[in-house]
């Protein structure tokens, strides 16, 4: 039902749906500060473009190279320190282009999937439910691995669909292409598109046995080029060396469970306890657009998209259903695959979003006008998030303390600190990624030592005295600064403070 007056109502609400959504983006991403892992992976990005560390053998701090993630997404986020130089908004930069990207594609996987049955700007739809879920948009603002590879999966599942219905062979091999740049992101939680053939037949063709042979053709053609990516890795050798780094530190551990277990007292019930959460405000407001609907006596248009909607639900399952499984439960692991649980939604909805906006009319005038306050308003609320640049959204006080660090100490500088410093994660994290670092916890070997009277050992403060560190002015009141006053003329690695001798 393609009226004028239906497509000036959705371009209307599709320009403020664009607009509320950047907002909802931005205005985390402008200021400063970001969630541990986040920063974490910002400064090994950061490392990896001024040389420190390779693409294989990925640099953090200290002696411990980085192997607990594949190096795509770190590759991905150098370039654009390489380009954009070392500032705290290179990585929102980053995040906000994953965001727009990953929109994007979820536009093209919509009208792909709606064919004959889509209406323009319709897509504003999908969008607005999918940034309403709270951890899109804590994701997509936080730099975490997640949202690059759902970028790649999401990507992957519009080059297999597409491919399924043009039955031409390069869509499903630039969808492998995707898979495997998802996998080079996070691991095999990338690999879930590779039951889209599957999952196809299964929405759309039940019972054509044709139909099957040919999408388990289109699966082992798949699985086939995704893994000759993989073996041609393992022929060099310094490729070869990080995957093997990867799969025994990382992914065989957490296989194996030695790695860290999370999930509260849901334990694996967890991440569908959180995937309904997430759901609850799209599926409200999905209501009050068929409420909205009813009460307008807008006439429903008759569309034939159930299938379309047990495809997005079954890409949604298959997308999540590994990480349910799994003992490490995190409510961002849901992030690749909340795009198609919204979408299997919007389908659901999409009968009455169209009825509304054909019933709801704006006139050519009207979007004129509409068109010029969004300008307008565009135009203030980037003042306003100008005015946000530099000022802190999380970590207030470890960001001040970072800076006035990084003022009064070389950059670089590798500084001493207690053994239980060294588990402060966030500390650590933002020292390396706002003055490039390094911490010793053979503090006395170093030329400046850095004590936090929260957590050290009082005893350490008589005892890099008695061995010529002197008390520096410093004005964080947590930290207590101290600097060598004589050239280092004795390996003091060889001393163990807990035996120290009286005199010394």
């Known amino acids: 039902m393609n009226n004028n007056t239906g497509r000036n109502t959705r371009l209307t609400v599709c320009i403020t749906i664009l607009i509320v959504t950047s907002m909802l983006m931005l205005d985390r991403l402008v200021p400063e500060g970001i969630f541990l892992d986040g920063v974490t992976y910002a400064a090994i990005s950061r490392n990896l473009a001024i040389g420190k560390g390779s693409f294989w053998h990925l640099y953090y701090r200290g002696d411990w190279g980085f192997y607990e993630h594949p190096p795509l997404m770190f590759g991905l986020q150098a370039i654009f320190f390489k380009i954009l130089g070392d500032h705290y908004l290179v990585e929102k930069i980053y995040s906000f282009v994953i965001w727009v990207l990953t929109a994007v594609a979820m536009r093209s996987l919509w009208k792909r999937t709606l064919a004959a049955e889509y209406e323009a700007y319709s897509y504003a739809l999908p969008l607005l439910l999918w940034c ?133 007292g ?52 298959a997308a999540s259903l590994p990480m349910m499984l799994s003992v490490k439960q995190r409510t961002f692991y849901l992030v690749p695959s909340l795009p198609y649980y919204i979408m299997a939604l919007c389908v659901v909805l999409y009968p009455f979003y169209i009825a509304l906006t054909n019933r709801l009319r704006v006139g050519d005038k009207g979007l004129r006008y509409f068109k010029l306050t969004a300008v307008i308003l565009s135009a203030g609320l980037c ?40 588990k402060d994660y966030s500390f650590l994290a933002y020292i390396q990624r706002y003055n490039r670092m390094e911490v ?51 390996d003091f690695t060889l001393l163990n403070p807990v035996f120290r001798t009286r005199g010394k």
């Open 132 to 264: 309403l879920a709270p951890t899109i948009t804590w994701g997509y603002t936080n730099n975490i691995l997640d949202c690059t590879m759902a970028l790649f999966d999401i990507a992957a599942v519009l080059f297999i669909y597409r491919g399924i219905l043009s039955r031409q062979w390069w869509q499903l091999i630039v969808g492998a292409a995707c898979i495997f740049a998802a996998v080079l992101t996070k691991g095999p939680v990338g690999m879930f598109p590779l039951a889209v053939p599957g999952l196809y037949w299964l929405a759309y063709s039940w019972g054509a046995w044709k139909e099957l042979g040919r999408a388990v053709v289109q699966t082992l053609i798949l699985v086939a080029l995704v893994t000759l990516g993989v073996f041609l890795l393992f022929q060099f050798p310094e490729s070869r060396s990080g995957i093997e780094q990867y799969l025994q530190q990382q992914l065989m551990a957490a296989l194996g469970g030695e790695r860290e277990i999370t999930g509260g």
């Open 440 to 490: 010793n916890p053979v503090f006395y070997a170093a030329n400046y030592v850095l004590i936090d009277k929260q957590v050290c050992n009082n005893e350490m403060i008589p005892f890099i005295s008695a061995i010529g560190f002197k008390k520096q002015e410093f004005g964080i009141e947590r930290y207590e600064l101290y600097k060598r006053q004589f050239p280092l003329h004795f």
């Open 383 to 422: 003042v306003y998030l100008g005015s946000k640049v530099g000022q802190p959204g999380r970590d207030h006080e470890m960001l001040a303390n970072m800076k006035y660090i990084g003022a009064r100490m070389p950059k670089g500088e590798a500084i001493g600190i207690c053994s239980e410093m060294d």
């Open 266 to 317: 849901l334990g694996r019930w967890t991440l569908l306890y959180e995937l309904m959460m997430q759901m609850l405000v799209p599926f409200v407001l999905g209501v009050i657009v068929i409420v909205l609907a009813k009460a307008f006596k807008a006439t429903r248009p008759e569309y034939q998209l159930k299938n379309t909607a047990l495809f997005f639900l079954l890409v949604g399952i």
